[in-house]
């Protein structure tokens, strides 16, 4: 069945880094935008980066740019996040999702996220 | 980038509708059609119910419906169910390449 599953959190202290990994299975991963989403304990949800389908663009929110990175492998179905400079601001429980369509049209399939806790 | 504004809660009865409200701006919502909402219920990842302002996934009730009036878009759930109680969040296209979602609204099913 359609899946995304994600690995890689952890408890990071702050100023580390972290990579993160998703896993695709059941749709041709080549061909959607992946998005990562956050949410921190207790808070709502926040928009985190996208990435196209191809790897050719990639946009971030205003406070995760220049220390985060998504990219993707299509070889492997796999995308990632990596995660530098870590702040305690940057606890959440990270999850991947898929695009409906092309880029911001909804996210239809998610994982079940993976939790990153910055702490000293 | 500032997040949409929801109510932070709404109730209804069995049997009743319910209306969400998620309110942004002609930078957002009034801006374009990519509009969607999600339902989360405790410790679950997110679930698409609206896309596109109104449009329902696969697998969907059509109990769930979704509008927009300018600024801002709505989500209405019809004849109430137990199951329906979860957070709500909507989610709109926020220009350059950004996306922004409301801060969440509980429904309670009395």
């Not at chain 1, 998703?22 to 041709?28: L, R, Y």
């Not at chain 1, 870590?86 to 911001?104: E, G, H, N």
């Not at chain 2, 942004?24 to 119910?49: E, F, I």
Request: hydrophobic content about 30%; some cysteine; aromatic content about 10%.
């Amino acid at each position: 069945q359609v899946q995304l599953v994600e690995s890689g959190g952890g408890v990071v202290q702050p100023g580390r880094s972290l990579r993160l990994s998703c896993a695709a299975s059941g749709f041709t991963f080549s061909t959607y935008a992946i998005h990562w989403v956050r949410q921190a304990p207790g808070k709502g949800l926040e928009w985190v980066a996208v990435i196209w389908y191809d790897g050719s663009n990639k946009y971030y929110v205003d406070s995760v740019k220049g220390r985060f990175t998504i990219s993707r492998d299509n070889s492997k179905n796999t995308l990632y996040l990596q995660m530098n400079s870590l702040r305690a601001a940057d606890t959440a429980v990270y999850y991947c999702a898929k695009d409906i369509s092309k880029s911001f049209d909804g996210l239809d399939v998610w994982g079940q996220g993976t939790t990153v806790s910055v702490s000293s | 980038q500032s997040a949409l504004t929801q109510p932070p809660s709404a109730s209804g009865s069995p049997g009743q509708s319910v209306t969400i409200s998620c309110t942004g701006t002609s930078s957002d919502v009034g801006g374009y059609k990519y509009v969607s909402w999600y339902q989360q219920h405790p410790g679950k990842a997110p679930k698409l119910m609206i896309y596109e302002v109104s449009k329902r996934p696969s697998g969907v009730p059509d109990r769930f419906s979704g509008s927009k009036s300018g600024n801002t878009a709505s989500l209405t759930v019809s004849g109430l169910q137990a199951e329906d109680e979860a957070h709500y969040y909507c989610s709109s296209y926020a220009g350059s390449n950004s996306l922004v979602f409301g801060g969440g609204t509980k429904l309670t099913v009395l």
